[in-house]
């Protein structure tokens, strides 16, 4: 119990992928405009990166180790995530053509959101550091929930930015600080609020 609170805890908010490690930050910015898109976004990641560490985990460990071309990740990874963004994207032009139009072009970008990738390595690499240490091999178990959380936190992230911003149109802002620099200046705020976490373990 206290492995799987330690995990939520680490994903969501300590090692937050958006607001702390700064990966992903491309749609963090471009669809945190309104609530609706955000959540989308947001959910959207989760389920690739679930889905993600669901492949890649037992991917990498029973075939790629087995076969010497640990090398090949990467590659293979992107492979991986772009097919799953694919077929998201199919889904939503069919069945939410409305969110589909909201998110544009960052939908595709998935494939390219380096936060997807970074959790993927994140828990190949823990994995490693797992079996290097001694303990007990990481479970796929383990490495899906690390993957669905860090998702949640991306949401979290994204939402709670999303808040914000729709707060700050409604503000008399000075005209030079309208648009990207309010949302910066926003976005650095809430990271400083993350890292409250990490100085409390």
């Given at each position: 119990m206290a492995e799987f609170i330690m995990i939520?805890?680490?994903?969501?908010?300590?090692n937050n992928f958006v607001v702390v490690q700064f990966l992903g930050i491309c749609p963090f910015l471009g669809v945190s405009k309104d609530f609706k898109s955000a959540l989308g976004m947001g959910l959207a990641v989760t389920f690739v990166m679930t889905l993600t560490c669901l492949i890649t985990y037992p991917l990498?460990?029973?075939v790629l180790v087995p076969?010497?071309?640990e090398f090949m990740?990467?590659?293979?990874?992107?492979?991986?995530?772009?097919?799953?963004?694919?077929m998201i994207e199919?889904?939503?032009k069919k069945?939410?053509?409305?969110?589909?139009?909201a998110m544009g072009i960052y939908l595709p970008l998935i494939t390219?959101?380096?936060a997807v990738l970074g959790v993927a390595e994140l828990v190949i690499d823990?994995?490693?550091m797992m079996a290097l240490l001694g303990i007990a091999e990481m479970s796929m178990g383990v490495a899906v929930l690390y993957g669905l959380f860090a998702g949640l936190g991306f949401t979290l992230a994204i939402v709670l930015m999303s808040g914000m911003r729709e707060k700050i149109t409604r503000l008399p802002i000075n005209k030079h600080l309208k648009g990207f620099p309010i949302a910066m200046i926003t976005a650095c705020f809430i990271a400083m609020a993350f890292y409250v976490f990490a100085l409390v373990i």
């Open positions: 939520i805890v680490s994903a969501v908010f300590i990498y460990t029973f076969l010497g071309i990740e990467i590659i293979i990874f992107i492979f991986i995530i772009a097919a799953i963004v694919q199919m889904a939503l069945f939410s053509p409305t969110l589909y139009n390219t959101n380096c823990q994995a490693q």
